[in-house]
Nanobody, 118 residues
Framework: QVQLVESGGGLVQAGGSLTLSCAAS????????IGWHRQAPGMQRELVAT???????DYADSVKGRFTISRDNAKNTVYLQMNSMKPEDTAVYYC????????????WGQGTQVTVSS
């Protein structure tokens, strides 16, 4: 099993910055891709950014150039640095870990609220 715990959410003004953290524990060796998804009220959950075990990254078009995903393997932690934030970035942000070669499961964190005021 893998446990994911997000932190760092909060309220920020438009144009501001925020950094989210996702701490992984348990059988983290199973995870070969980890990233962030978000869900705004009344909307479907959408992918924000992912990073693989070989540090390959992928971003949603809406956040390219503004958000940066990174990982610290020694701390089993993934970060999402969010800059130039917009009100449309307001959502609950979830950390998701994929095990595509071992358990074939997806693991989710509980989510952290991010609110961007205009």
């Amino acid at each position: 099993q893998v446990q994911l715990v997000e932190s760092g959410g909060g309220l920020v003004q438009a144009g501001g910055s925020l950094t989210l953290s996702c701490a992984a524990s348990g059988s983290t060796w199973m995870i070969d891709r980890i990233g962030w998804h978000r869900q705004a009220p009344g909307m479907q959950r959408e992918l924000v950014a992912t990073i693989t075990s070989d540090v390959s990254t992928d971003y949603a078009d809406s956040v390219k150039g503004r958000f940066t995903i990174s990982r610290d393997n020694a701390k089993n932690t993934v970060y999402l640095q969010m800059n130039s934030m917009k009100p449309e970035d307001t959502a609950v942000y979830y950390c998701k870990g994929d095990s595509t070669r071992y358990s074939l499961r997806a693991y989710w964190g509980q989510g952290t609220q991010v609110t961007v005021s205009s």
